[in-house]
């Protein structure tokens, strides 16, 4: 079993980190390392002012455990290639 984590949990970074769990046959542990445990889609933030979005609604921890994936919300400080064990 492998551990992917994937970087961002943005528009690119949430539907890569969905997607791998729905490919048949996916039993990998899968993270994504987020800056933060929110949603951020840029053109969607004023529905936050007019009130037609909650706080709670783009909370990204449930999206993420409905399919088992782990969100880790302290965001990467490096990458280190190297380090990987064989
Ligand atoms: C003003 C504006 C208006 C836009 N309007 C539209 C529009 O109308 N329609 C449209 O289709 N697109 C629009 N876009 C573009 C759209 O927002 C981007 O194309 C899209 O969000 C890019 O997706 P992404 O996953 O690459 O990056 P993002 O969605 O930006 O996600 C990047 C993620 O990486 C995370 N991150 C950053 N640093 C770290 C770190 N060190 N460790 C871990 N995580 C980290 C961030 O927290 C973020 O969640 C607009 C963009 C802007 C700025």
């Not at 490919?23 to 542990?29: A, E, F, N």
């Not at 800056?35 to 969607?44: A, Q, W």
């Not at 529905?47 to 919300?73: I, K, S, T, Y």
Request: include cysteine; charge should be positive; aromatic fraction near 6%.
């Amino acid at each position: 079993m492998s551990h992917i984590v994937v970087l961002g949990a943005g528009l690119g970074g949430t539907i890569m980190t969905c997607n791998l769990r729905n490919r048949p046959g996916s039993q990998h542990r899968i993270s994504g390392r987020n800056r933060g445990r929110h949603y951020h889609f840029v053109p969607s933030r004023p529905w936050g002012a007019v009130g037609w979005r909650e706080r709670r609604q783009v909370d990204l921890e449930p999206v993420f455990g409905r399919r088992d994936n782990a969100l880790c919300p302290q965001g990467a400080e490096r990458l280190d290639p190297a380090a990987k064990p064989a």
